[in-house]
């Protein structure tokens, strides 16, 4: 392992002492929390179910990284914050992730290298991809200790803009970008991943949205023949495709509604009665807000269906709201307590894409891309897995990915290889030693 040894130059005396600061510190690491990540992929066995996924035809006797070595230090490296296969070239001898991988620190050969790590990304073929994609439909059951009665999916598109002539690539008018639109699902009361598909940067028709929602829940069915489902999405998922299979599949569902002239017209009334409210109550700046309930059946569906509208008067005017569903219950309640709850897909969307930064899907063929997302959804499942092992009332299983990162991963450590064992040594005033060992001791008592 070479390692740079010059001083750094311009840095100011401190209490009339000369500051001296060079990188020959010898087997250190900034990213001692990538063992906690370690302990989660052990025990999720993400990288092994993935590989599995995976044909490998190369020679045994001539290979140097398994397929899932390659995908563990991907994913790990993806939660650490290095989201680029470049940057496999300047981790490939740092000791944690030779560590986190099985290898020894310091006399174990090097990871993976960047030319290695984009062959194995352009080498995915599309029945790979789907075989990857319902193996992580099964860690998302697996993941549960109790089959859980009910879930909630939440499936919601993001933009992945684009920068080259890239398959699927679109312009796309409303974020005036060539784009990707891809496809997340998540389950919404515990926040774990369920899906996320590459798609061309367009609006999803109706056959799109209902072939997605059938290969998902067909494939959790599989796991869980008699759990109850609900499916939340804007109005672009409402198409009448999807409510149609879901009502032929026992399917619960909540989906936003375009509004029309015709439905303004059904609610006009409710309008009327909160614009006068508004009108003669005391403070300017209130809101009024009413609910009802309407008997509608679009030129496009095959049956008349519920409709729950939300009407409010505001000083910017009157605004009507619409929502389909096939659920029982009051308006007021199915549209704050069961529709408006789908808002937090939009922070669990940030998580991934931002957080971890998903969006670097600069492949050209689209199968690398795929792939790419599926690893960062990797990623996700180790950052989630680190945030439910903290306790339960504090306040890191609230926490961002991004802080969990900064606070737990990027870790000092200074790593020693001995005969018969290797030692970490961490910093004595580390801030947060007191989290950092109470997830060793969560994963201790919790073998994979």
């Known amino acids: 392992m070479q390692e740079h040894t010059g001083c750094l130059p311009g840095l100011s005396p401190i209490a009339g002492k000369q500051v001296h600061a060079a990188f020959d510190g010898g087997m250190l690491s900034s990213n001692a929390g990538v063992l906690l990540l370690r302990e989660v992929g052990r025990r999720l066995g993400i990288a092994d179910r993935l590989a599995a996924c995976l044909p490998d035809r190369r020679d045994p006797a001539r290979i140097d990284h398994t397929v899932a070595e390659m995908i563990g230090f991907r994913a790990m490296a993806i939660a650490a914050g290095y989201e680029d296969a470049d940057d496999c070239d300047s981790l490939r001898c740092e000791p944690v992730f030779k560590m986190a991988v099985g290898r020894l620190p310091e006399s174990g050969e090097p990871l ?40 909630e999916l939440d499936i919601d598109d993001t933009e992945d803009a684009v920068h080259g002539c890239q398959q699927l690539a679109l312009f796309n008018a409303y974020y005036d970008s060539h784009c990707f639109l891809p496809i997340h699902i998540y389950e919404a009361t515990s926040g774990k991943p369920v899906a996320a598909i590459l798609r061309p940067g367009k609006t999803p028709s109706g056959t799109e949205v209902r072939t997605i929602l059938k290969h998902v829940i067909r494939r959790i069915r599989q796991n869980w023949p008699k759990v109850e489902i609900l499916v939340r999405g804007d109005s672009h998922y409402g198409r009448p495709e999807a409510l149609d299979w879901c009502e032929d599949n026992g399917i619960d569902y909540v989906f936003g509604l375009s509004g029309n002239e015709v439905l303004r017209a059904m609610v006009a009334p409710i309008a009327e009665d909160v614009a006068v409210r508004r009108a003669t109550h005391h403070a300017s700046d209130a809101k009024v807000r009413r609910y009802g309930e309407l008997i509608y059946a679009a030129r496009s569906w095959r049956q008349e269906r519920r409709v729950i509208a939300r009407v ?5 005017g009157c605004d009507s709201r619409f929502v389909v569903t096939n659920l029982g219950g009051k308006a007021k ?16 969307i940030k998580a991934h894409k931002t957080h971890l930064a998903s ?28 945030r439910a092992a ?5 306040s890191w299983r609230l926490a961002q990915f991004d802080t969990l990162r900064t606070r737990l991963i990027k870790v000092a450590a200074r790593v020693f290889e001995r005969g018969t064992r290797i030692k970490l040594a961490l910093p004595t005033a580390c801030p947060d030693k007191a989290i950092i060992t109470h997830l060793a001791r969560a994963f201790a008592a919790q073998p994979p």
């Open 333 to 348: 309640a199915l549209y704050e307590r069961v529709y408006c709850v789908r808002g937090q897909m939009e922070n669990l």
């Open 112 to 151: 993976c290298s960047q030319p290695t790590m984009s062959r194995l990304e352009n080498a995915v073929s599309r029945v790979a991809l789907v075989r990857m994609m319902a193996a992580m439909v099964d860690l998302f059951c697996d993941s549960w200790k109790q089959v859980p009665g009910r879930i």
């Open 390 to 394: 903290a306790p339960k009332r504090s």
């Open 359 to 386: 969006d670097r899907t600069s492949c050209h063929d689209a199968k690398a891309n795929q792939f790419r997302l599926i690893l960062h959804s990797a990623a996700y499942w180790l950052m989630h897995g680190l």
């Open 312 to 316: 409010e008067a505001s000083d910017q």
